[in-house]
């Protein structure tokens, strides 16, 4: 005999064979809310925080600025942050999000196009935290892994008309 069945013997519950009110077919259906939502990727947030406090905007000097960039992120709500270089010389430009559907990248916060297709970036970059700093990736392709980008120089030219420049006034 299994112990579970003396116990029965004794005037006990008999917990492996009884049905009780819990059990799944006497359970209702649940039809509110769905409370757990399946994530769609890991965030980089952690990450781009870190590069741009440590690396892209480090020191004192660069504190207010650092400080709206890191308060704009925490603001959004989306999953993944890439960093907008100028150029190789990875000279932090701005922030930006990226749609994982479309892989299109969106300005969060500072300096840069609007808009960035994945046809528009240049070179893309990783970021290592313990040599804090970025590192080239020999690749185009846009993905999750990826944590800085550039894109070629002519799109960084104004297609705003520029505001004359005042001339010495006459004395």
Known sequence: MSPG???NQNGEKDWENASTASS???IPE???PKLYKEPSFKSNKFIIHNAISRCCLAGKVNEPQKNKIVEEMEKCQANHFL???RDSSCQFRAVYTMNPETEEMVR???IGPRVISPAMVESIYKYSSDRKQFT???SKTMSMSVDA???PGHLWQSK???TPKKLGTPK
Do not use: C, E, H
Request: charged share 10%; proline share 12%; net charge positive.
């Open 5 to 7: 069945r003396m116990a």
């Open 30 to 32: 649940y039809t509110g």
């Open 149 to 151: 980008f550039t894109i």
């Open 24 to 26: 799944p077919a006497s």
């Open 108 to 110: 969060l916060t500072g």
């Open 136 to 138: 080239t990736i020999p």
């Open 83 to 85: 960093i907008l270089f």
């Open 160 to 162: 705003r008309p520029g």
